[in-house]
């Protein structure tokens, strides 16, 4: 199996990184080039969270000229919030810079959205985007699901997911991360995969192939063979 964490802040040093699984560490503009150089193995998404998007025209200046850099496979994560961060008045210009960079470069968007997923499918209507949309940390109600899933979205999910929302994202627009959880992205393998009622093994073969088609820079890790023990977990 080949473990693929799409959406993660935490840098481990190389020595004490699990070979198995390959991220995408997300960084913020001013640090990638120190980050590239520390983690060889991985790729990047770059960007600015929304909670910061106050006078972020540094980072944003910085991000167009850093961007097209082929470590940075995806930009984001970016998008809006509700709840935390500057008016919509400053998060929506700020995320649709996000935009027009991951148009310009053909390099997916991750996102990032609390309680505006109005707002958030506003703006794809009007944008028309040609690249993916993968919202992170999915685990919205079925009935938001079902509308984000006709909208085009892609989703990644994290250690808490809403079950009944599983069954109805297609598996070809489904990815794991662990964003700043503390469970292991095998773990969330695994809690994804019994929620679909799915074999693991079966379940990381095709999130491997959705890695494949959106992030073909993504290296692939060191594939793992679990004992059985594990996968019966
Ligand atoms: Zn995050």
Not at 70 to 99: C, N, Y
Not at 116 to 145: C, D, F, M, N
């Amino acid at each position: 199996m080949e473990f693929y964490d799409v959406h993660t802040h935490q840098i481990f040093l190389e020595d004490s990184d699990d070979p198995y699984h390959s991220c995408i560490f997300d960084v913020y503009p001013l640090e990638f080039e120190v980050a590239k150089e520390s983690y060889s193995r991985h790729a990047f998404s770059c960007g600015i969270h929304p909670w910061y998007s106050e006078e972020s025209d540094t980072q944003l200046a910085y991000l167009s000229e850093i961007a097209s850099n082929p470590r940075i496979i995806a930009i984001g994560e970016t998008g809006i919030d509700r709840l935390k961060g500057p008016s919509f008045d400053l998060q929506i210009p700020v995320f649709k810079k996000h935009i027009e960079i991951s148009e310009k470069l053909s390099k997916p968007v991750v996102v990032h959205c609390v309680k505006a997923w109005e707002e958030l499918i506003r703006i794809k209507r009007e944008v028309r985007p040609t690249q993916p949309w993968i919202i992170h940390g999915y685990r919205s109600k079925p009935e938001l699901t079902e509308r984000l899933v006709r909208e085009g979205f892609l989703f990644s999910v994290g250690d808490n997911i809403n079950v009944d929302s599983m069954q109805l994202i297609p598996l070809d627009s489904l990815f794991c991360e662990t964003d700043e959880s503390d469970m292991p992205i095998r773990q969330i393998y695994l809690q994804t995969a019994l929620a679909l009622n799915m074999n693991i093994e079966e379940f990381a073969e095709r999130i491997a192939e959705n890695v494949r088609r959106i992030f073909p820079l993504l290296q692939a890790p060191k594939p793992y063979y679990p004992d059985e023990e594990e996968v019966e977990d």
